[in-house]
């Protein structure tokens, strides 16, 4: 079976420092792994996934993550956070064959 | 933005009613899905849809039904509405191999009263 876990519900940080959104999976096989991001009253809108390749990989509005296949971790990265990066934002993972799994969501909040 | 429609954006709608929430992408995506998410933000996928004539129900038990008579078309209906199902509905499409993610409707916010 497959799972997502977000262990954290909120994450707060400051303008201008850098931010991570942790997100773990578990599921047989190579996982497709994606986040998105969902702004107040929208629906979710892809941020980036990773398929194969390289572990890290760069998404819309300078966001990355990283695959960690030890540790089935795909933490979301920012360098340097802005105030309209506040959002929530869901981890989703992907057998093959399978719907998405989407983890319980982290409402990040960008302090000015 | 994304090609994928909901209506009606908000509806307050009275117990008992009859209510069909309408979900049109225009991507001729074969999959189809229907989403019911908390106020505390978790998705629950309610009903999905593999192509025309094809609906399955999904993980979190819905008094809802859906139908796919139209590859771009995938309606959801409250027969008799309750204020359990306020809710937010997000409507979500996606082509038939893996890798590619969703794509999602705006929603729509239901409030039975």
């Known amino acids: 079976a497959q799972s997502v876990a977000q262990p954290e519900d909120q994450v707060n940080v400051a303008e201008g420092n850098p931010l991570t959104v942790k997100c773990t999976y578990s599921?047989?096989?190579?996982?497709?792994l994606f986040w998105y991001v969902q702004y107040p009253n929208r629906g979710l809108q892809f941020l980036l996934k990773?398929?194969?390749?390289?572990?890290l990989v760069k998404g819309s509005y300078g966001f990355e993550a990283e695959f960690n296949k030890s540790q089935t971790s795909f933490h979301l990265k920012k360098p340097s956070a802005l105030v309209s990066d506040s959002a929530l934002y869901f981890c989703?993972?992907?057998?093959?064959?399978?719907?998405?799994?989407f983890g319980p969501g982290t409402r990040l909040s960008v302090l000015p | 933005e994304a090609d994928i429609y909901q209506t009606p954006r908000y509806l307050v709608i009275g117990t008992g009613k009859k209510i069909t929430l309408e979900c049109s992408q225009t991507?001729?995506?074969?999959?189809m899905y229907w989403y019911q998410q908390d106020p505390g933000m978790e998705l629950h996928l309610i009903h999905y849809?593999?192509?025309?004539?094809?609906?399955e129900k999904g993980d979190l038990s819905s008094e809802s039904t859906v139908s796919r008579i139209r590859t771009e078309h995938f309606p959801l209906t409250l027969e008799s509405a309750r204020p359990s199902h306020t809710s937010q509905y997000l409507c979500?499409?996606?082509?038939?191999?893996?890798?590619?993610?969703?794509?999602f409707g705006s929603g729509t916010r239901l409030t039975v009263v």
């Open positions: 979500a499409s996606s082509e038939f191999l893996d890798n590619y993610g969703y794509t």
């Open positions: 989703a993972v992907r057998a093959p064959g399978q719907n998405f799994v």
């Open positions: 849809s593999y192509g025309v004539n094809s609906t």
């Open positions: 991507m001729g995506h074969d999959k």
């Open positions: 599921v047989s096989g190579n996982p497709y």
């Open positions: 990773y398929i194969t390749g390289d572990n």
